[in-house]
């Protein structure tokens, strides 16, 4: 970085400074060094900093320092000429690294000298240069202090108007058509501006100063209520406002609402209001997945859930997330988070939603509006369509919604917020890679199967598109290809590299395949854990060419090396390479599929895998589990498991969690979503055996080797001995969830402390990167942290993207960059 002291001189001398103090001094002595203390600089500012209301505040702070310059945004940055008195100059520095505006990210300020001559006396912003801007597209934001304060200020311009927003806050990604982002290039494009919304948004001391979006009653969108049915709505029977306050009440009256939001519709009920709950739920073809909530302010939340300061925080921040927060004292009805003991809370998040709660002191269930695993509707004439069976009434506006975006999920474990699904507020902000991403080639991640996102990687950065869902579903699927055209079109992205999942069944691979040979890219398959063994590293900033570590990658399934399925894997690896060192058990899936969805069946499978149906009889026939498994095809399975028909085997730790909570009782027959036995397991953790119980009453698992590769693996069989000694001890369901957690906590810190010390040829690993949807589990995710640090590990693990296959694309870019990079040294 270039420095000077106080007093040195720099760029050209001006000639026609338009001060007549400075054109006397300039033009009569062109020559003489001036005796002052001035100085000109160029400064460049990178990170998040353009669509944010940078130039004016770099307007604003030039003016307050006396400074004489311009501000432009380009391809590299905000680029500031700026001249004038050295100790002002390092004030206003100062003021720009310590009070940029609340959107914007500061990764670094570059200061050179000024190449070009400052003729003006005054400070000017001026127009982007036609240069290709990198940085345009943001993630939506949450109503900022001051336009909430508008928006209820009875005599403000902007009284309840629903669409306010400022350069502070509001649409960014889900109104954008086209690059480079300005008002004729959005959603917004057909709304002109009054002429006192055109005075602020031309007026650098204005926080509306070039808000793309800006708006009033006068002249933007407008919102209105109507029937699913198609008759007249008498608004005045509901309100004496407007048809937000309308929509209130209804949701007062127990009404199930579809609402237009920022990225999508949502369906939204009463949550106290057991009935509707219910209705919804069963409406929507939800199963048994929890409702999102929304409640108006931190006060309703409190009620319902405990919050720590860092959660409501993160509730109040601008990227506004649904939070996982312990459910409190007072109970909503159990449809609304079934079985589960996080509620997921966010608060109003544009002026329509604070305008809609501002009288509802109970919170409301706000769901996307979609039929089970649709993508959410954004267009008016679809919702109507697709949602008119399960609204009675719809809140909708003009605006449309060019980008599809769900609401984002966050939760505190172990300390530290973690981004579950990245989303509105946080997608397409992008992450910074760390040192040696810079030179490598464009590369497109594709992502995975489930809770899908893709990644761009460029010059450094990677770009982790939003949550997109599960691919399986043919809607999601038409909706991740248009999402990857509309994201390739705002990034000016090409990329040279195409990184796909191993597995040959999954769409997305198919999906890269195809585009890598229709365009002729190169096409890198990326193994799934090492894929998200890569996505931690690169979250947490290890260099492209660092040395091995210990990645722990503990999920569902995924396809192995070996063509077998994987899901609880101990790696060795760098960005370029893994050796897969110990993993879990294989035990078979009877069923295929089906397992994921019948979890009695991993229960049986591990059973026969571990002591036989005579031994399960002889020791354990008075437990109810024998009771049911009796009455299950038992032959049928013993023959697909002997001759391996529809049961492939997998070493997965999802499925070993599966099988724990339906030998518990927990739904053993069927389940709605993939994990949710293992989520209800969680949930009955009792606290105290957790933490205050002797360890060695935690479950026993050894670590033997397997026959066929002599790899390490986690042996469960003395596990299931003590687990099902509990249940005929008839000991507590919630003690024996503690007990479970705990014991694999224990094992897996063996494996990874015996793998750091026996198994690696070189250096001892010191460094273990854990990943993978069961990480998603805060007990197990604290217990494994926790003891990893107690013998001095270096501990990696996911905040800003997902843990599970929604962080994939992350980490199949970062192997497919390092790879590239590699081959072509
Ligand atoms: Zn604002
Ligand atoms: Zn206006
Ligand atoms: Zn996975």
Not at 73 to 92: R, T
Not at 318 to 340: F, K, N, Q, T, Y
Not at 451 to 459: A, I, S
Not at 706 to 723: D, G, K, R, T
Request: net charge negative; hydrophobic share 40%; charged share 25%.
């Amino acid at each position: 970085m270039w420095r000077d002291c106080c007093g040195e001189r720099f760029g050209q001398q001006p000639r026609h400074a338009v001060a007549p103090e400075r054109r006397n001094a300039s033009v009569n002595a062109p020559e003489r060094v001036i005796e002052t203390s001035e100085r000109a600089e160029r400064i460049v500012v990178r990170g998040l900093v353009q669509g944010v209301g940078f130039r004016p505040t770099v307007w604003r702070s030039a003016q307050h320092h006396g400074l004489r310059g311009t501000v432009a945004n380009d391809g590299d940055g905000v680029v500031i000429h700026v001249s004038g008195e050295a100790c002002a100059l390092e004030d206003f520095v100062t003021a720009l690294r310590t009070d940029p505006p609340p959107l914007a990210r500061i990764d670094e300020i570059v200061r050179g000298p000024c190449e070009i001559t400052i003729y003006a006396d005054d400070f000017r912003i001026v127009e982007s240069r036609a240069t290709h801007v990198t940085t345009g597209v943001l993630p939506d934001a949450a109503t900022c202090s001051e336009c909430l304060h508008e928006i209820f200020d009875p005599f403000s311009r902007r009284y309840r108007y629903p669409f306010t927003n400022c350069t502070h806050c509001g649409p960014r990604l889900s109104i954008i058509e086209a690059i480079p982002y300005d008002r004729a290039r959005t959603t917004m494009a057909h709304f002109r501006m009054c002429p006192s919304c055109t005075s602020e948004y031309g007026d650098p001391q204005d926080r509306r100063f070039h808000a793309e979006p800006t708006a009033c009653h006068a002249c933007g969108p407008r919102v209105w209520i109507e029937r699913a049915d198609g008759k007249a709505v008498a608004v005045h029977a509901y309100t004496m406002m407007d048809d937000v306050d309308a929509a209130c009440t209804l949701l007062q009256r127990g009404h199930i609402a579809a609402i237009k939001g920022l990225g999508g519709f949502q369906l939204a009920c009463d949550a106290t209001h057991g009935a509707a709950v219910a209705r919804l739920r069963e409406l929507k073809r939800r199963g048994g997945k929890p409702f999102a909530l929304m409640a108006r302010d931190a006060g309703v939340i409190r009620r319902y859930a405990e919050a720590s300061d860092e959660e409501l925080a993160l509730l109040a921040s601008a990227a506004a997330p649904i939070v996982l927060l312990r459910a409190a004292a007072e109970r909503l009805p159990e449809s609304v988070a079934p079985g589960v003991a996080t509620l997921g809370f966010m608060l109003p998040n544009t002026p329509l939603h604070h305008l809609l709660l501002k009288r509802m002191t109970r919170p409301i269930v706000l769901t996307s509006g979609n039929l089970s695993d649709e993508p959410q509707c954004i267009a008016n004439g679809d919702a109507r369509q697709r949602l008119g069976g399960i609204a009675e009434f719809f809140l909708m506006h003009d605006r449309d919604i060019a980008c599809r975006v769900d609401d984002s999920v966050v939760a505190v474990s172990a300390g530290e917020a973690r981004i579950l699904r990245r989303a509105r507020g946080y997608a397409p902000a992008p992450l910074r890679l760390p040192a040696g991403f810079e030179t490598a080639p464009p590369v497109l991640g594709m992502g995975g199967e489930l809770k899908n996102t893709f990644c761009l990687l460029r010059e450094g950065k990677a770009i982790l598109s939003h949550h997109m869902g599960d691919l399986e579903d043919a809607y999601t699927f038409a909706d991740y290809e248009s999402s990857l055209r509309r994201y390739q079109a705002l990034f000016e992205f090409s990329p040279a590299v195409i990184a796909i999942d191993a597995h040959p069944e999954y769409l997305s691979s198919k999906h890269g395949r195809d585009l890598a040979e229709t365009q002729g890219r190169t096409l890198i398959q990326v193994q799934h854990h090492h894929a998200h063994i890569a996505a931690c590293m690169a979250e947490n900033g290890l260099p492209l060419d660092s040395a091995p570590i210990l990645g722990v990658a503990l999920d569902g399934l995924g396809y192995g090396a070996d063509g077998t399925f994987w899901g609880g894997e101990f790696l060795r690896a760098n960005y370029r390479d893994f050796t897969r060192l110990a993993t879990f058990k294989p035990v078979a899936m009877p069923g295929g599929e089906l397992a994921v969805y019948e979890p009695w069946r991993n229960t049986y499978a591990h059973l026969m895998a571990e002591m036989g149906w005579a031994h399960f009889t002889m020791n354990y026939a008075e437990l109810d589990l024998h009771d049911f498994l009796v009455k299950q095809p038992r032959a049928l399975l013993d023959d697909m498991i002997k001759k391996g028909v529809n049961s492939p085997p997998a070493s997965s730790c999802g499925r070993l969690f599966d099988a724990v909570a339906a030998a518990c009782g927990i739904l053993r027959e069927s389940v709605s979503y993939e994990g949710e036995a293992a989520i209800r397991l969680e949930a009955l953790v009792d606290e105290k055996t957790l933490e205050e119980e002797d360890e060695i009453l935690a479950y026993p698992f050894s670590i033997p080797r397997l026959n066929v590769n002599n790899l390490p693996y986690i042996e469960p069989f003395a596990m299931w001995q003590a687990l099902l000694g509990d249940l005929i001890l008839k000991t507590p369901v919630p003690v024996i969830a503690a007990r479970f957690h705990k014991g694999l906590a224990i094992v897996i810190v063996r494996m990874v402390d015996k793998l750091s010390r026996y198994e690696s040829v070189e250096e001892p690993v010191r460094t273990v990167a854990l990943s993978g949807g069961v990480f998603q589990n805060a007990v197990l995710m604290e217990q494994v942290v926790k003891r990893l640090r107690a013998l001095d590990f270096t501990v990696l693990t996911h905040r800003q993207a997902p843990t599970n296959d929604g962080g994939l694309a992350l980490g199949q870019a970062a192997v497919a960059a390092a790879r590239a990079a590699h081959s072509s040294l």
